[in-house]
């Protein structure tokens, strides 16, 4: 067990709709990442934050947001879907942010239909 | 554009056997390198962070090893067991985070 908590582990829902999916960090730890997995493109880096601020932007989309409360759970919204967005979606955390150990959560699996 | 490309794509080895995965990076600048293991379902797990001037570094049976100069690194496991049967990923630090390449797939049979 990593630590990290995600919910829910399974999401089915339509096109054109908008879910948020939750991440909770191993105790101690304020950095918290965003991982978008498929199977033809592998991990993909989404958006870092540090204690709630947002620190680096990777390939996330407009439609989506997130963000990284006081308790430093962190938020993934994901809107106006499609079915291209059908993946895991993985958040991790670290202590610092820097040079050090990622902690990964178990996924949230995103289905579009 | 930061690249990390992994081979082989898939390996399939007996138990008790030794195998070598390979990984070659393209990512500036470069900070750290990584390896993980995933299995299915599952999140990715640590084995082993190499910054630009470590050569080489183990965890148990897993041993990374890490050339600067022509961006390469392997991962070599030794005596496998049937628990290592999973995804190895590769992923190259740089100032944007992490670069990670599509993972080798490696089956171990009995």
């Known amino acids: 067990d990593s630590g990290v908590t995600q919910t829910p582990k399974h999401l089915i829902t339509a096109t054109g709709q908008r879910v948020t999916l939750r991440c909770s960090p191993r105790s101690g730890d304020l950095s918290v990442y965003w991982y978008q997995q498929s199977l033809d493109q592998g991990l993909q880096f989404l958006i870092q934050?540090?204690?709630?601020?947002?620190?680096a932007k990777g390939n996330i989309l407009e439609r989506f947001s997130a963000q990284q409360f006081p308790d430093l759970h962190s938020e993934l919204n994901l809107s106006s879907l499609e079915l291209g967005d059908s993946a895991l979606y993985f958040c991790?955390?670290?202590?610092?942010?820097?040079?050090?150990?990622?902690?990964f959560g178990s996924g949230t699996q995103l289905s579009v239909l | 554009k930061n690249q990390v490309e992994q081979s082989p794509q898939s390996l399939i080895i007996l138990e008790g056997k030794n195998c070598t995965l390979q990984c070659n990076y393209t990512v500036s600048p470069f900070s750290n390198l990584r390896w993980y293991k995933q299995d299915t379902g599952r999140g990715p797990v640590s084995l082993t962070i190499?910054?630009?001037?470590?050569n080489t570094k183990s965890n148990g049976r897993y041993t990374a090893t890490l050339d600067a100069d022509t961006k390469q690194s392997s991962l070599h496991i030794t005596a496998s067991q049937l628990s290592d049967s999973a995804s190895y990923i590769c992923?190259?630090?740089?100032?944007?985070?992490?670069?990670f390449g599509k993972g080798t797939h490696l089956i171990i049979q009995p």
């Open positions: 991790a955390s670290s202590l610092t942010g820097g040079n050090e150990k990622l902690f």
């Open positions: 190499m910054t630009f001037s470590e």
């Open positions: 934050y540090y204690n709630g601020e947002e620190r």
């Open positions: 992923s190259g630090g740089g100032a944007d985070g992490l670069t």
